[in-house]
Every structure is written in structure tokens, then in C-alpha cells.
């Protein structure tokens, strides 16, 4: 770090207030993207254009009624017009609300409620009352803008252009916009882990993480235990006597460090709606554990008593006595709160870890609660102005993340082009490098053949496979036969001169049906020798290729486990065997947004036994990093041409 940035010639750091000056604006325009994105806007022109958009999904109709999850009224719809649901852009966890078919762009909903979970074929919605008319006609889902986001994003920059010096960040501050060097405690320590497996490197991060004072960056490349590196930090801080703050972008990576701190037994809240969380985790739901507590059971008994008095004053005649019965009320009505509120910090107060998404962290149960330690994971894919929410409420962090992996998904191109989706990660790695890193090198997913690729092209070279998947192949597993498709861990099958050129959808995204028959065709020999659908993905950059492989899929009753994904939306998933479709196949030999490193690395790094790729090499070669990846494969892979497959 003393090699500093300056020295090494590069730009000086962002400035607090460059940093507030540039990030303001560019929250507005994201927050503009996705009003405009959903259909609620007056702009939205109709309701088809929303559907092909993907902020609605029209035409559905109402197929399951559940109550559960903490009073919530859970809704499955699938589509009146075929097996598979349209194109749309609904993710879980989204604010939606419910309308009649036909009902006009502005009116009124039937409810609202969050997308709780998403099938190829339906979509569940946990509603808080349930719709109790109109249920049995045909229905639309619409997107909501999410501004609760922008807003908590916004006021923390205002935050942070004021008065936050004083706070328990105000040191970081200065250290993450390089107006002070980062610190590292002199003294060693020697760790005694919790998790007895780690390898040298985990250790090492480990070690490094507990000694850092205010800035710490975890990089974790593809599989080499990440988080399981997180949980090991978060479980010595506590024992160190720390309280600790863990965040990340998602609702499924909090719950994922949740599970895996719930067997050491660690005093945690979970904050979060509960439609967000993973029934797993619901126990350690900040809503569970205040019902569980002393001061709700007060409140509870104050609300019974408040039932009762006004039963009392609907039937009082006399002016005195009711006017008494209210003041009673009122009384009865602020204790309430001031039990509920106390229900809440009881169990904030006696949490070590409190576990949230880094919105979450925003929530007015946390004002004025300060932590020893901020951790974020997935913080290459957080946007740094979120980061913030986090980080203003202690005073060190440790980040854990791969920006050598796909950034936060921005929607507003200009946005995006003035720099909104640059990553806090990837700053600081540029601005203190090793000084404040460790990374991890020893990875458990892939075979050894897979992993070259990517450690060559993006990790110098310094990734090991652990000897437990290093050379493991499909035929390893039991049930699967050796077969040529289950062979190798490498595949690369060309349609160069196979008559397989891509064509565009309506809304211009492009598509290839020729390999997608082929990736098709491969899942099934795959099937054929054994290997259960479920441990196969087909990958594809493409959301267009995405819906026609859904389609192709919902003909071969043996695929109906086979997943399909965006390799943006695979991002942080494995599958045993994973088929890249790559699409781009055209005579100008243009490839799109193949060219960038982050997505291919996601995409051949989801594989753990074998990965297929297919493309047009003649196509995608045009490009001198694809033109590698493709030379490395024609080095190492079985070589198929895509006529083998459509010529049976
Ligand atoms: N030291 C270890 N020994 C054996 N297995 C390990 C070790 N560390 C991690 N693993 C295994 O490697 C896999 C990946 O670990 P983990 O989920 O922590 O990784 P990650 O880096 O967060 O994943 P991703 O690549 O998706 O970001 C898990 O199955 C985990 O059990």
C-alpha cells in the first residue's frame, strides 16, 4: 500500500465529495430506469408493451391458495395460454401487485404483495391480505418500482456529506477514500479455527482479516470457499468479543451465512420481510425472535386489554366515562408501542451478529446501534453507494467478494456508463491492492481442466483444484455409465459451417435455434448415460435463447429438471454439468457483450464435472480473448462438429 497509488502512476483517489457529486445524479437516472421499467409509470403506453418489457405478465390465472409464513397469504398463478410462463423480467423478492386482465395501466389493485418464488411454469406471491374478490378470472402481475432502495441510497450519501465524521465510521471514512493509509494490528495471534477443514489459504486470509483495523478485502475466484472463509471471520470476531454487522446485495447470500452460523450455536437476527427469507432461517427471523420475547408478550397483553376497552366504549353513553375510556387508550396505546420497540432492541441488544441485506441495514431498528465489525459478501456485486448503508454503522469492514465475476446489475445505460456499477471492491483493490488483500487459491468445485482456463486467463495462474474435484468427471458419480458425452471434462461442440446463424426475437435480443437444439440434444445423451437431470444447467448470455431452450424443454418430459439460466442470473450456482450456448453466429462476426472476461468466467466456472461449450468458433474467434478461450479448448477438449447431433 505504501507503493500507493501515486507512485505507481495511476489517477489520485476519489474524494469524498467527488464521490457524492458523481454518485447523486447517477441514483436518480437508476431510480428513473426502473420507474420507467415498470408499468405503474403514466409513460408505460400499454399493457402489452409492459409484457414485452417483461414488467408484466399477463394472461394468468389463479391455481393455489396457502396460508402460512407469518400471516402471509402465499398465491401461485400459472399462465391461461401455455405450460411456460412469457418472457418477463420478475425476480423473487420483488414488490408486485395484482390486477384483473383487462384492468386499465392506472387502476386500482386487487393487492399487492412479494414474488416469493418463481417456476418455468408459475409464480408465487405472498400477499398480506389475501385478494378475497376476483380470484376466478383471468389476472395480471405487474412489477412495482422499488424506491425504498433508492430513497435509503440517497439519504445515506446526504449522510455521508454530513455530520457522519463524528460517527463510528468517521476513521473508515478517511481510509476508503485514501485520506489515510490502512492499519494492521502488530500483534500476532494465533487462531484456533471452528472449522477444522481450512486450507493454508483460508488461514491466511483468515489471520490477515483479524488483523486488519479498518479495511480488509476477502477476493474468493470460483469456488474456493468464500464464504465458508466469511463464516470462519464472523465466528473468531464474536469469540474476540466483537458485534458484528453481516450484509450482502441479496436475500439469498444473508441466508446463506445465516445457515451455515446456526450450527455454532452464535447469538443472531435476521432482519427481513419473511416472503424474502429461506424457510430454513425463519427461526432466526427478527420478527420470530420478538414474538418469542418478554416485552411482545407485555405488548400482547396490552392489546387484549385494548380490545376490551373498546368494546367498553362503543357501548358507553356517558360523555365522562368515555372520554376517560379514551385517555385510557391512549395510554394503553403508547405503552404498547414502547413494549413492541423495546421487543425489538431486547433482541438487537443481544444479538452478536445482526444479519441483513445491505437495504435492510437501512431500517430504523438499527438508528443509533453502532458494530465493532461491518462484513459484506458478494461486495463485488453490491453497489458501492449501498455498501455505504452498511458501513456507516461501524468502524472496520471486511469486504469478500471475486470483481473478476459479473458487477451489480445496473439498468440505466448512462448510468452504467458514468460509473454507478463500479464496485467499493474493486476500488479499494485498485487503490491499496495486496496491502489489504488476501486471495483465496485453493478451489472445490471444478475439475482441474475447467479451472486452467480461468485461472490462467483471469487468476495469474494461481488457482489450485483441490485433490477432491480436481480430477472427478460425470462417471465418477454413481448411476452415470462412461459414455463419449460422459468422458471428458471439457466439450467443444462448433456449429461453424453447420448452417446455424443467429436471428433476433421481437425486442431484439438474439437467439440461435439451431444450438440450442444442440445444447438440447447433449442434455439428453447426458440424461441417457445416467446423469440425473437436475445436475445439469444450460447456460446462455442470452435471455431470448433462455425462453426458446425453456420451450424445447417442455417437450422432452426426461429434461423437466434441467435448468436453464442467463449466465448473469447462474452467478454464484454450480451444476455438475453445465452446456454454454453462446448464440453469436453471424457473417460480420460480431459477439455483443460475449467480449467481456467477467461473464465468460461465470459462465465456464459454473461447471463442476464437465462443461460443454457451443458456439460458431468461426464467429466467436473474431474476439482475441474468446479466440483464446477457443484455442484452449481445441487444446484440451473432445472436439465434436454440431452436425453430430442433428444428423440422428
Ligand atoms: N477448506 C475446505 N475444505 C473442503 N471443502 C471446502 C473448504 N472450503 C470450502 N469448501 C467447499 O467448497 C464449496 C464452496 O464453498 P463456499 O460456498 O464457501 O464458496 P464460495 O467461494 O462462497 O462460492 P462461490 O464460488 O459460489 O462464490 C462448498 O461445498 C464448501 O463446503
Do not use: C, W
Given at each position: 500500500m505504501e507503493k500507493g497509488a501515486k507512485s505507481r502512476g495511476k489517477p489520485s483517489p476519489l474524494t469524498l465529495d467527488q464521490f457524492i457529486s458523481i454518485m447523486a445524479p447517477l441514483i436518480d437516472l437508476e431510480k428513473e430506469a426502473e420507474i420507467s421499467a415498470?408499468?405503474?409509470?403514466?409513460?408505460?403506453?400499454s399493457i402489452d408493451v409492459a409484457q414485452k418489457k417483461g414488467s408484466a405478465i399477463l394472461n394468468l390465472k389463479c391455481v393455489d391458495v396457502q396460508t402460512g409464513l407469518m400471516g402471509k397469504s402465499l398465491i401461485e398463478f400459472q399462465s391461461t395460454k401455455g405450460d411456460v410462463l412469457p418472457a418477463h423480467k420478475f425476480g423473487t423478492h420483488d414488490v408486485v401487485v395484482l390486477k384483473?386482465?383487462?384492468?386499465?395501466?392506472g387502476s386500482a389493485a386487487l393487492g399487492q404483495g412479494v414474488v416469493y418464488r418463481l417456476k418455468d411454469s408459475s409464480i408465487v406471491v405472498a400477499f398480506?391480505?389475501?385478494?378475497?374478490?376476483?380470484?376466478n378470472i383471468p389476472l395480471r402481475l405487474e412489477k412495482v418500482a422499488n424506491e425504498v432502495t433508492y430513497n435509503s441510497m440517497k439519504n445515506t450519501l446526504v449522510q455521508l456529506s454530513k455530520?457522519?465524521?463524528?460517527?463510528?465510521a468517521a476513521d473508515l471514512i478517511q481510509v476508503l477514500f485514501g485520506e489515510k493509509p490502512p492499519t494492521i494490528s502488530k500483534k500476532t495471534m494465533s487462531l484456533t479455527s471452528?472449522?477444522?477443514?481450512?486450507d493454508h489459504s483460508q488461514k491466511e486470509a483468515i489471520s490477515k482479516a483479524l488483523s486488519s483495523r479498518d479495511v480488509f478485502l476477502l477476493h474468493g475466484p470460483p469456488g474456493t470457499g468464500k464464504t465458508t472463509t466469511v463464516v470462519e471471520i464472523i465466528l473468531q470476531e464474536v469469540k474476540n468479543g466483537s458485534k458484528v454487522l453481516a450484509c450482502a446485495a441479496s436475500n439469498i447470500a444473508v441466508d446463506n451465512i445465516v445457515e451455515r452460523l446456526v450450527p455454532y450455536r452464535v447469538r443472531l437476527v435476521r432482519f427481513g420481510h419473511p416472503a424474502r427469507l429461506l424457510p430454513q432461517v425463519l427461526e432466526s427471523a427478527l420478527d420470530a425472535q420478538v414474538l418469542r420475547g418478554d416485552n411482545s408478550g407485555l405488548a400482547n397483553d396490552i392489546r387484549k386489554e385494548m380490545k376490551v376497552l373498546n368494546g367498553k366504549l362503543l357501548k358507553a353513553k356517558d360523555r365522562n366515562t368515555k372520554r376517560e375510556i379514551r385517555k385510557e387508550l391512549r395510554a394503553l396505546s403508547k405503552e404498547e408501542r414502547t413494549r413492541q420497540q423495546l421487543a425489538v432492541a431486547d433482541v438487537i441488544k443481544n444479538a452478536d451478529v445482526v444479519l441483513t441485506t445491505l437495504t435492510g441495514?437501512?431500517?430504523?431498528?438499527?438508528?443509533?446501534v453502532t458494530f465493532d465489525l461491518v462484513v459484506i459478501d458478494e461486495a463485488a456485486q453490491a453497489l458501492e453507494v449501498a455498501c455505504w448503508i452498511a458501513l456507516l454503522k461501524g468502524s472496520r469492514c471486511i469486504l469478500a467478494g471475486d470483481h473478476l465475476q459479473l458487477p451489480p446489475t445496473v439498468q440505466s445505460v448512462e448510468a452504467e456508463r458514468k460509473g454507478?456499477?463500479?464496485?467499493l471492491f474493486e476500488r479499494l483493490a485498485d487503490l491499496y491492492g495486496e496491502a489489504v488483500t488476501s486471495m483465496l487459491t485453493v478451489?472445490?468445485?471444478?475439475h482441474e481442466l475447467i479451472m486452467n482456463w480461468s485461472s490462467k486467463e483471469l487468476?495469474?495462474?494461481?488457482i489450485e483444484a483441490h485433490s477432491s474435484v480436481?480430477?472427478?468427471?460425470?462417471?465418477?458419480?454413481?448411476?452415470?455409465q462412461r459414455s463419449s458425452s460422459t468422458e471428458s471434462a471439457l466439450l467443444l461442440i462448433d456449429t461453424a459451417g453447420c448452417d446455424m446463424e443467429e436471428k433476433k426475437d421481437e425486442e431484439d435480443s438474439t437467439m440461435n435455434e439451431g444450438e440450442a437444439a444442440v445444447a438440447i440434444a447433449h442434455a439428453k445423451r447426458l440424461v441417457e448415460s445416467g446423469?440425473?437431470?437436475?445436475?445439469i444447467g444450460i447456460i446462455t448470455p442470452y435471455a431470448a435463447q433462455v425462453v426458446l431452450l425453456k420451450t424445447l424443454r417442455s417437450k422432452e418430459g426426461k429434461l423437466k429438471e434441467l435448468e436453464i439460466s442467463t449466465v448473469d442470473g447462474f452467478q454464484g450456482r454450480e451444476k455438475e454439468a453445465i452446456v454454454i450456448s453462446m448464440v453469436r453466429s453471424n457473417s460480420k462476426k460480431e459477439v455483443g457483450f460475449l467480449t467481456d472476461h467477467r461473464r465468460m468466467n461465470v459462465a465456464v466456472t459454473r461447471a463442476r464435472r464437465q462443461c460443454c461449450i457451443i458456439c460458431d468458433t468461426d464467429t466467436v474467434s473474431h474476439d482475441s480473448f474468446l479466440k483464446r478461450m477457443i484455442e484452449y479448448f481445441e487444446e484440451h477438449a473432445e472436439y465434436l462438429s454440431a452436425s453430430e447431433y442433428t444428423n440422428v
Open positions: 415498470s408499468i405503474s409509470s403514466s409513460s408505460s403506453k384483473p386482465n383487462k384492468a386499465d395501466p398480506d391480505d389475501i385478494p378475497e374478490d376476483g380470484l455530520g457522519v465524521q463524528k460517527g463510528p471452528f472449522n477444522k477443514n481450512l441495514a437501512f431500517s430504523r431498528k438499527l438508528d443509533g454507478l456499477g463500479k464496485t478451489q472445490y468445485r471444478m487468476y495469474d495462474s494461481k480436481a480430477r472427478h468427471v460425470l462417471y465418477d458419480i454413481e448411476g452415470v446423469l440425473h437431470a437436475t445436475n
